[in-house]
């Protein structure tokens, strides 16, 4: 019986129903982070040439593992180095492909109308605020460097039962736009594309773990020439510009 990916049934997808003939559709599965920048790479890209792009967006973590179940992927974009250096030592990609492209920065979200202060993580320890969303701290990469901070400032213990551990970085972000939690760490990319949530502390790069986005070509995708036009294309001015656009740090 042929596998079904249910990450990919309920992935965000741009589908080509009638494809020009010689066009390829090409799967990108990507860190949930970087979901509106793609979704624009994407759309311009496929205006510039004849190819689709399909795109799906999930934590770095259950996207690696479909990878390493066989699931049909062209192209992984993580939003760490762990999990596309798992996927290298185990053969999963094409490591002469991989490039790291892009960085961001941790921030410390409320909703816009919270009440108490919250001004630095130390507020977090106030009875206030009961509950902080994190992208699980044992498996996905913002709630990994998360957890990393906030040892290093030495809170981890006095706040570890307030946390929220859920599926990925936009969870976190729902979750404080909901008013389900009080507070939230997302990427300031995240906190920037809701009108919801309000950064109340920026965390200083040099404070957080090195955030490194790489991207690589599946070694078992049967489209590698399309996969690498559109993995060239993610370092294309353009294509940069985009990523700005959104917050992130382009790395030279």
Not at 42 to 63: C, H, I, P, W
Not at 215 to 225: F, W
Request: charged residues 25%.
């Amino acid at each position: 019986m042929k596998r079904v990916w249910p990450a990919l049934l309920c992935a965000s997808f741009t589908f080509a129903w009638s494809m020009p003939a010689g066009a390829e559709e090409i799967v990108v599965s990507a860190a949930a982070s970087l979901t509106d920048a793609l979704k624009e790479i994407a759309k311009s890209y496929e205006s510039k040439t004849r190819d689709k792009v399909t795109l799906n967006f999930g934590s770095s973590a259950a996207l690696a593992r479909q990878i390493v179940e066989g699931a049909p992927v062209d192209i992984f974009f993580s939003a760490d180095s762990e999990k596309m250096d798992m996927l290298e030592k185990s053969g999963r990609i094409d490591a002469a492909t991989r490039r790291n492209l892009l960085s961001n920065q941790l921030a410390l979200i409320v909703a816009v109308d919270f009440k108490p202060a919250v001004r630095s993580p130390k507020d977090l320890l106030r009875p206030e605020v009961k509950r902080l969303a994190l992208a699980d701290p044992s498996a996905v990469p913002a709630g990994i460097y998360a957890k990393i901070y906030l040892e290093r400032e030495g809170l981890w213990q006095g706040i570890k039962d307030k946390i929220v551990p859920v599926l990925d970085v936009r969870a976190a972000l729902a979750a404080v736009e909901s008013g389900n939690v009080e507070a939230g760490f997302v990427y300031i990319t995240d906190a920037a594309i809701s009108k919801k949530v309000k950064v109340a502390y920026e965390v200083p790069i040099e404070k957080a773990p090195k955030i490194v986005y790489p991207a690589a070509i599946v070694k078992e995708s049967s489209k590698k020439t399309a996969a690498m036009e559109f993995l060239q294309y993610l370092s294309d001015p353009a294509t940069k510009r985009i990523f700005h656009k959104y917050g992130f740090i382009v790395l030279p």
